[in-house]
């Protein structure tokens, strides 16, 4: 059973960070690329970043950059997010999706393979 399991959600202040982790299990890890999306009340789901760990490459949404870094640690399968500098608009539901193809150079929710259950940020002004 695939599962990808996030953690690190929370309520958080403007300016303050969190760390978001996905843990991965059920596919080999390396055979996929990750994404961190997030879906706001009533808007559309929206990628935040990605990543290729087989050979570190990472993509960063513009309204992130400088702010959010993705990494992962390939001895223990996660991915993490780390957000600094948050903003209220920030709030949001993130996921973490797997996507098979790892070539692809784009955040693309309809084509991801796997689906974390999501986990809730909240950031206050």
């Known amino acids: 059973e695939v599962q990808l399991v996030e953690s690190g959600g929370g309520l958080e202040q403007a300016g303050g960070s969190l760390r978001l982790s996905c843990a991965v299990s059920?596919?080999?890890?390396?055979?996929?690329?990750y994404d961190w999306f997030r879906q706001a009340p009533g808007k559309e789901r929206e990628g935040v970043a990605r990543?290729?760990?087989?050979?570190?490459?990472?993509i960063y949404a513009d309204s992130v950059k400088g702010r959010f870094t993705i990494f992962s640690d390939n001895a223990k399968n996660t991915v993490y997010l780390q957000m600094h500098n948050l903003k209220p608009e920030d709030t949001a539901v993130y996921y973490c999706?797997?996507?098979?193809?790892?070539?692809?150079?784009?955040?693309?929710?309809?084509?991801?393979?796997?689906w974390g259950q999501g986990t809730q940020v909240t950031v206050t002004s």
């Open positions: 990543i290729r760990p087989s050979n570190g490459r990472t």
């Open positions: 999706a797997a996507d098979w193809d790892k070539e692809r150079t784009s955040m693309v929710s309809g084509l991801v393979d796997y």
């Open positions: 059920g596919i080999t890890f390396d055979d996929y690329a």
